[in-house]
C-alpha cells in the first residue's frame, strides 16, 4: 500500500451526504481550506427522497434551487391514511402560517446527493471520493490528526485544525468514542424498495408524500421524478425479528396487511429485491467537543415519520458552519458556540421527536384526521411539517397549545391510551448502546 507525506488542511469533513457537502461549501466559501472525504463514488444510492418546503431557503443560500427543482417532482403536501377512520386527509404546505415556502420536492437521493458534492467543490473544497477514513486522533493539542485510505489504496495522513463528523449512519466519531445509543423512547426497524407503475394522487397531489399506518409500524409512498415510487414500512423491532424469509417476501407480505397501499401497488412492480435495515433510531451522548462536530445523522436519527433527515442534516450543517468558523477564528469562543450549536440541534430535535413518540397514540391519530383548527392550531401543524420547528414564534405557541389539546384529549380515553403507551414500550424494549 502506497503512502504519501503528511497533508494540512483548516477542516477536514468525514462525508459526502448532504450534511457533509453542505458545511463543507459554506466554510470553502468563508476561506478555510476544507478537504472531505467519501468513502463511496457519487452518485451512489441511498434512501430518504421526501424533502421539506424549510430546505427551499437552504437551496436558495447554497446557490442549487435550480439544479434541485431540475431533478426534483414537486410536493405539495402531505397524505396520511387510517384504516381506522377508513379515510385519508391530506395537509397542503401554502396553508402553514408562513407560506412562503409552498411545496418542497421528493428527489432520488443519489442525484440529489452528488448535485451537493459538486456544488462542495465548485464552492472551493477539495472532495476527495472513494476514499475511506480509517483512524483519528486528539493527541496534538493543534491538530486533529486523520488517516485515510483510498480505494486504490494509498493511505494518508492529514492534519486538521478541526474535524467535522458528517459520516451519516456509519456514525464514526461516536463509535470510536463509545458514546452511540439506541433511542431509549424510539426504536424502529425498515424495510422498502422502488416499484414502477404505482397509481399515484391525481393532479397537482401526485408528487405528494402518502403516510400509511398499519398494525405494526408506518409506509411511506414517496413518488419520483423518473416515475418510480419508493415504498418503505417503519415497523417495530419485533415485528422485523418475526421474518422467516427473505427480504423481499417479508416486505410484499407485509404490505399486504395495509388495503389501502396494496390498492395504490395493484398493478405495481417492484424493481429490485427489498432492502432490511435495524437500529433505526439512535443518538450519541454529545456532538461537540475539543476541535470536532457531529452533524446529521452522525450524531443521532430519528424515525422518519416526517420526512425530517435531510432537513435536519442540512440545517445542522448551517449552524455547525457558524461554530467551525468561529473555532477558527477565535478559539476562546469555543465553548459558548459549542454550548449554542448543542442548544439548536437538540431544539429540532424535540420537536420531531415529541410527534414521533405519540405517532401510534389512539388521540393522536384523531387528532390528525380530524384536524381543528381553533386558534391556527392546524396552521401551526401545517408549518411544523413543513420543517418550522427551530424558532419560538407563532408556529411554537400554535403548538405548544397542539400539545395542551393532545393531553386534554387523551384524558377522555385514558384507557385506551395507557395500552397502547404498554403495548410501545414492550415493542421498544430496554436501551442499549446501538
Known amino acids: ?57 437552504l437551496f436558495d443560500r447554497l446557490g442549487v434551487r435550480a439544479g434541485v427543482e431540475s431533478i426534483g417532482i414537486i410536493k405539495h403536501g402531505a397524505e396520511f391514511n387510517s384504516a381506522e377512520h377508513q379515510k385519508a386527509i391530506t395537509f397542503d404546505f401554502g396553508d402553514a402560517v408562513n407560506r412562503s415556502w409552498p411545496y418542497a420536492y421528493q428527489v432520488r437521493r443519489s442525484e440529489f446527493d452528488h448535485l451537493l458534492l459538486r456544488n462542495c467543490a465548485a464552492r472551493g473544497a477539495e472532495v476527495h471520493e472513494s476514499t475511506r477514513v480509517t483512524a483519528v486522533e486528539f493527541g496534538d493539542a493543534n491538530a486533529v490528526c486523520v488517516t485515510s485510505s483510498s480505494e486504490e489504496g494509498e493511505v494518508r495522513r492529514w492534519r486538521a485544525r478541526f474535524l467535522v463528523d458528517a459520516s451519516g449512519r456509519d456514525t464514526f466519531l461516536a463509535q470510536r468514542f463509545g458514546i452511540k445509543r439506541r433511542n431509549s423512547r424510539h426504536a424502529s426497524a425498515a424495510l422498502y424498495g422502488h416499484f414502477t407503475d404505482a ?17 405494526h409500524g ?29 427480504p423481499t417476501a417479508f ?22 429485491p427489498a432492502t432490511a435495515t435495524g437500529n433505526y433510531s439512535y443518538y450519541a451522548d454529545r456532538m ?36 467551525v468558523d468561529g473555532c477558527l477564528r ?9 454550548r449554542e450549536f448543542d442548544r439548536k440541534v437538540r431544539r429540532g430535535l424535540r420537536m420531531f421527536s415529541w410527534m414521533i413518540y405519540r405517532m401510534t397514540s389512539p388521540t ?11 386558534l391556527g392550531v392546524e396552521n401551526g401543524m401545517i408549518s411544523f411539517l413543513a420543517g418550522d420547528v427551530f424558532g419560538y414564534g407563532p ?40
Request: glycine share 8%.
Open 1 to 57: 500500500m502506497a503512502s504519501t507525506d503528511d497533508a494540512t488542511c483548516d477542516v477536514l469533513v468525514i462525508g459526502g451526504g448532504p450534511a457533509g457537502s453542505t458545511i463543507g461549501a459554506l466554510l470553502a466559501e468563508r476561506g478555510c481550506h476544507v478537504v472531505l472525504l467519501e468513502k463511496d463514488h457519487h452518485p451512489r444510492f441511498h434512501i430518504g427522497e421526501s424533502l421539506l418546503p424549510l430546505n427551499l431557503p
Open 199 to 215: 397509481r399515484r394522487l391525481p393532479g397537482r397531489e401526485e408528487g405528494n408524500i402518502s403516510v400509511f399506518w398499519f398494525a
Open 218 to 246: 408506518w409506509f411511506w409512498f414517496i413518488p419520483l421524478k423518473d416515475g418510480t415510487t419508493s415504498v418503505g414500512a417503519v415497523c417495530w423491532p419485533y415485528y422485523l425479528k418475526s421474518r422467516k424469509t427473505d
Open 251 to 272: 416486505f410484499l407480505e407485509t404490505i399486504a396487511l395495509c388495503p389501502a397501499l396494496v390498492d395504490r401497488l395493484r398493478d405495481a412492480k417492484l424493481v429490485a
Open 288 to 323: 461537540c467537543g475539543d476541535r470536532y462536530i457531529m452533524i446529521g445523522d452522525a450524531y443521532g436519527f430519528i424515525d422518519p415519520v416526517f420526512s425530517s433527515g435531510v432537513y435536519l442534516a442540512m440545517n445542522s450543517a448551517f449552524l455547525g458552519a457558524d461554530v
Open 330 to 338: 477565535d478559539p476562546r469562543a469555543a465553548r459558548r458556540l459549542y
Open 364 to 374: 393522536m391519530r384523531d387528532l390528525i384526521m380530524a384536524p381543528q383548527n381553533v
Open 395 to 434: 408556529v411554537f405557541r400554535r403548538m405548544m397549545l397542539f400539545r395542551a389539546l393532545y393531553y386534554a384529549t387523551s384524558l377522555g380515553s385514558l384507557k385506551a391510551n395507557i395500552r397502547a403507551w404498554w403495548r410501545r414500550r414492550r415493542a421498544v424494549g430496554p436501551a442499549t448502546a446501538a
